[in-house]
């Protein structure tokens, strides 16, 4: 999966947009600049019994400027801002112990758990370099986008609940810079949304019985340009 998004990520620099016709140029038009977009969450490289559970789903919006390199503008790079919210549910449990120390275990069937989730919400700081079919005097077209995300989190949770008790905390071991690849690609109103974490969604702090809990999210959804 990993090979296939970064190939993909690759395409649009080989992309040729000096296409020539009979219709007037705009010097000034600009395409895809705002969105919403909303994934699933698929935990990769995860330790061993760690097992997915419940709806992961994530959220985000962006402002991204469109930077045109071409006279048709419709081949350039596109820098922006956006936030996003993201959980992660499964059946890893965490515990807060005092003094910024979480503990981590795999949920057994005696724990009786309805719902275990990280959640975050971060600042995106996306990367584009950008291909689309596009012309001033059409809103129906190809895209390929692809580049790479930066994320601040700047406020993360862990919460559990069970059949007796409810308990949610800030959790610290949440990594506060995330980055990874990202690609959308599509027709008209509705395009695929990917993303592949390069870094992992937890810090070395975080320990599954003694070992680093490397979880990597991949994120497979759609996303709607607005303007």
Not at 55 to 82: A, E, H, Q, T
Not at 162 to 181: A, C, L, M, R, V
Request: charged residues 15%; hydrophobic residues 40%; glycine residues 6%.
């Amino acid at each position: 999966m990993l090979r296939l998004l970064i190939v993909l990520c690759l395409l649009p620099v080989f992309v040729c947009a000096q296409v020539k016709d009979s219709i007037p140029l705009d010097n000034k038009y600009l395409e895809d600049q705002f969105s919403a977009a909303v994934w699933y969450n698929l935990l990769q490289e995860k330790p061993e019994n760690v097992i997915q559970r419940n709806l992961s789903y994530g959220l985000g919006l962006n402002f991204i400027k469109d930077i045109p390199f071409n006279l048709r503008r419709n081949f350039g790079v596109g820098l922006g801002l956006g936030v996003s919210v993201n959980s992660y549910y499964s059946n890893l449990v965490a515990t807060d112990n005092g003094d910024s120390f979480i503990s981590y275990r795999i949920a057994t069937s005696e724990d009786a758990i309805k719902r275990s989730k990280i959640g975050t919400y971060g600042i995106n700081l996306p990367f584009e370099v950008r291909w689309r079919s596009s012309r001033a005097d059409t809103y129906r077209f190809w895209r390929v986008y692809a580049g790479v995300k930066t994320a601040y989190i700047f406020a993360s949770n862990s919460k559990l609940v069970t059949d007796s008790i409810k308990t949610s905390f800030h959790n610290p071991n949440i990594e506060q810079w995330q980055y990874g690849i990202s690609l959308s690609v599509g027709y008209n109103t509705w395009n695929l949304h990917l993303y592949y974490s390069l870094s992992n969604l937890l810090d070395e702090n975080a320990l599954l019985n003694n070992n680093p809990i490397n979880i990597r999210p991949l994120r497979v959804g759609l996303i709607f340009y607005i303007l």
